[in-house]
């Protein structure tokens, strides 16, 4: 990039809100940044620890957020994530710390990061350096003194080449060496030609591929195809240098075992077993070369030789490795050659350990970045059931061949949730398998489960092949409590690594999180449902001459209980000595500032106190100068409420009804006439709990055969679609006027119809009407 473009885009800058998305938008602006700046070898790191960033951002800040982006004058990356909480400090996390591992990724990724504050925000910093910087760092070369010691030595040189490539290689000699032809009069060790730790992978079995590229699993193997040519050329040299039939590169595992890196001149069917460090010599582990002639030696009997060479590859005091010269007959080696294998080890070594953090760099890189899309995954579900079911598929095929995940109930009992298998012919007979097991993996850590062999014979019969499977169980533990165990798979002879060990842990803390945040949202939504259903009228009586249909629609995905609701019931009218009493109806429609508990309780105040107050015969005025009371003595609790409240009489001769209402700050009712002319039907008075000493008063309406009134709450009216509101402009009473010669139930469903398809986004706020039509 020119000096002058690198001046005029040296700082951009975007604003996400505080939503699960914007960790991903934020993600893909860092991305096209870079981009734009001819930087892209940058941007993975980038990205993933601005996602880090975000995450924390809209998790615990709860604000807003910027991002910025910024070239320095010495060409570095400079992102800067900032948020509107200051007081909300930034600390690394404890070791057991189930959330809050983003900064120690940060602190990994970053030359160097930091914190500043001011009065109103937070950022968070993190400096990358330039690529072009980065990569004109050169590795370490074989040194020529060396070189030329050990005649030519081409392929460790060639090591360095490939250090930081990723992906699978062939398993064919290098381009441009011939096969070496075997001198005549010896009898070879096996098939001449090269082979590498591939060729052992390829027995694995299926699923082995899926966790190629996870950090720690064949922690000393090179997976980089242009690192394992080199490597496969070093030992074919040492094989020509030392004048040996075979030569072989042996690498060690985290658990100590000894894994066949790459091979010049052995048979193809020779397998290492369970061969580790500790059958070694003393040479090995005093880091000293040596020479064997003993066929008992383990070293050579795995490897099939009557005398072999070795000498061990260590970085920084760990023994990383063996490379070995081998020979058909006995004796072939001195201590010299020892001697002069141990100078080729000591380079050896040092191009084998860049190789091994250059991949195991590349793998952590990769191991990130599941873990950030997984938790963004996790992150974007409230729902249970769909949660489990994504951990499940999350983990399958990558980490293993099935997946079962369990919950434990408020009693303590398991319960088999979800079962998942990478064929899903076998995903019946898996949980079959899983539900016949003498007890549940309820277990404190992770470790192997043996639960499968407790199952019934003919059952485990079913099952075929799964039910020998490897099972590894891992407890979800979320808030001090344990809400499940995720259990996974392998088939028999396929061993788990133990990167996709470290992996599934870290996967399984944050799928308890979310899980559990899953089932506190479920558990919120049933008690809100329950409330709010509490808070509704159980039926509509039947009014004679009269049609009556109801909506309620509450805001949101059912978290909250909301603020409108509605009412219609049977009351005893005043009787007289000489006659009875005639039958009265009464009807209500409010809305409680807010929702929310608080909202809910207002809510059941006014409904239930309009309910008893009738009972006890007072009017419509009285009943609302009552409940204006009631609300007001509730102090800070009480909230602002807005009603509309009436009551019903039949008409002589059955020609409509007489309504007496009272709107206390409430959107006015509208009178539909069967010509279609649209009126108000009330004049407005003082909402209740705000003023004492209200003396509200009724306005009477003669609802007559084929005419419709229609009462609203504020989520009609106030609809929105941009800046426009469905009320504006008198839309409401154009609606209703569309309305003429329909029942009331197809009033109600066009008005609902109406609110709904008037804004592209649903509505933030509860919708509630009553329709009542003379009939």
Not at 379 to 400: I, K, N
Not at 732 to 747: H, I, K, P, Q
């Amino acid at each position: 990039m020119s000096e002058g473009r690198l001046l005029e885009r040296q700082t951009v800058s975007a604003t996400f809100p505080s939503a699960a998305t914007s960790v991903a938008d934020a993600r893909q602006f860092v991305r096209r940044v870079l981009a734009d700046w001819d930087m892209e070898e940058a941007a993975d790191d980038a990205v993933l620890a601005t996602s880090e960033l975000a995450t924390n951002a809209v998790t615990y800040a709860g604000t807003s957020f910027e991002v910025a982006c910024r070239l320095t004058d010495d060409g570095d990356i400079l992102v800067e994530v900032r948020d509107l909480h200051p007081t909300r400090s930034i600390a690394m996390p404890g070791m057991n710390a189930s959330s809050g591992r983003g900064l120690p990724s940060i602190a990994r990724l970053a030359a160097s990061w930091g914190v500043t504050y001011d009065r109103r925000t937070k950022g968070v910093w993190f400096r990358i350096p330039s690529p072009t910087a980065t990569n004109g760092a050169g590795s370490a070369r074989v040194s020529s003194e060396t070189a030329t010691g050990t005649a030519g030595l081409t392929g460790l040189g060639a090591i360095r080449s490939g250090l930081a490539v990723a992906g699978e290689g062939s398993a064919e000699a290098p381009a441009g060496r011939e096969p070496r032809p075997e001198p005549a009069g010896r009898v070879p060790l096996g098939r001449g030609g090269v082979r590498s730790d591939r060729d052992a992978r390829g027995r694995r079995g299926a699923g082995a591929e899926d966790v190629s590229d996870l950090p720690g699993q064949g922690d000393r193997m090179l997976r980089s195809p242009a690192a394992r040519e080199s490597l496969e050329s070093a030992v074919t040299t040492v094989r020509d240098v030392l004048d040996a039939d075979a030569a072989a590169v042996l690498l060690t595992e985290r658990d100590g075992r000894l894994v066949l890196g790459a091979s010049a001149g052995l048979p193809a069917d020779v397998t290492l077993g369970e061969l580790s460090v500790v059958n070694l010599g003393p040479d090995a582990r005093a880091g000293s070369p040596w020479v064997s002639s003993d066929t008992s030696d383990p070293l050579a009997a795995a490897l099939r030789a009557r005398s072999l060479a070795a000498a061990p590859l260590e970085a920084q005091g760990r023994l990383t490795g063996v490379v070995v010269a081998l020979s058909s007959s006995p004796g072939r080696f001195e201590e010299a050659t020892a001697t002069r294998l141990g100078r080729i080890a000591d380079e050896m070594s040092l191009s084998l350990e860049k190789a091994r953090v250059g991949e195991l760099e590349r793998s952590w890189r990769g191991w990130l970045s599941f873990v950030a899309e997984a938790s963004d995954l996790l992150a974007g579900t409230l729902d249970q059931e769909r949660t489990m079911a994504l951990v499940a598929q999350l983990v399958v095929p990558r980490l293993s061949t099935w997946c079962a995940v369990y919950t434990v109930a408020d009693s303590g009992a398991a319960r088999l949730a979800y079962v998942w298998h990478a064929d899903e012919n076998r995903a019946d007979a898996l949980r079959e398998l899983l539900e016949h097991t003498d007890s549940a993996p309820l277990m404190d850590s992770p470790g192997p489960w043996h639960g499968l062999a407790t199952a019934p014979q003919d059952v485990r019969a079913a099952a075929g092949s799964t039910a020998a499977d490897h099972a590894y169980a891992f407890p979800l533990n979320a808030r001090g409590r344990r809400i499940g165990t995720i259990v996974i798979g392998r088939p028999p002879g396929d061993r788990f690594p133990r990167s996709a060990i470290e992996l599934a842990e870290e996967l399984s803390r944050r799928a308890a999180l979310a899980v559990d945040n899953a089932r506190l949202y479920s558990e919120q939504t049933t008690m809100s449902s329950a409330l709010q259903r509490s808070l509704l009228p159980p039926a509509i009586p039947d009014i004679p001459g009269l049609e009556v249909a109801v909506v309620y629609e509450p805001a949101g995905e059912g978290s909250e209980v909301g603020g409108d609701f509605y009412d219609v019931f049977e009351t005893a009218g005043v009787g007289t000595p000489t006659a009875a009493p005639s039958p009265r109806w009464r009807f209500a429609i409010g809305d409680v500032c807010g929702t929310g508990p608080q909202a809910a309780a207002v809510t059941g105040l006014a409904r239930h106190a309009l309910r008893i107050l009738a009972a006890e015969n007072m009017s419509v005025p009285d009943v609302l100068g009552r409940l204006n009371r009631l609300i007001l003595a509730e102090g800070e609790r009480g909230r602002l409420l807005t009603l509309l409240h009436g009551e019903i009489a039949p008409r002589p001769r059955r020609d409509g009804v007489s309504i007496k209402l009272t709107s206390a700050g409430h959107p006015p009712p509208l009178i539909l006439d069967p010509d279609g002319r649209v009126t108000e039907a009330s004049s407005p008075q003082p909402l209740l709990g705000v003023f004492d000493g209200v003396d509200f008063r009724t306005e009477t309406v003669q609802l007559k055969r084929g005419q419709v009134l229609l009462c609203v709450t504020d989520g009609v009216t106030e609809r929105r679609s941009g800046t426009r509101l469905l009320g504006d402009g008198h839309g409401l009473e154009r609606l209703l006027a569309g309305c003429t010669g329909l029942s009331a139930g197809a009033v109600a469903a066009r008005i609902q119809r109406a609110v709904r398809d008037f804004g592209p986004e649903p509505s933030g706020d509860d919708v509630a009407l009553i329709v009542l039509r003379a009939s």
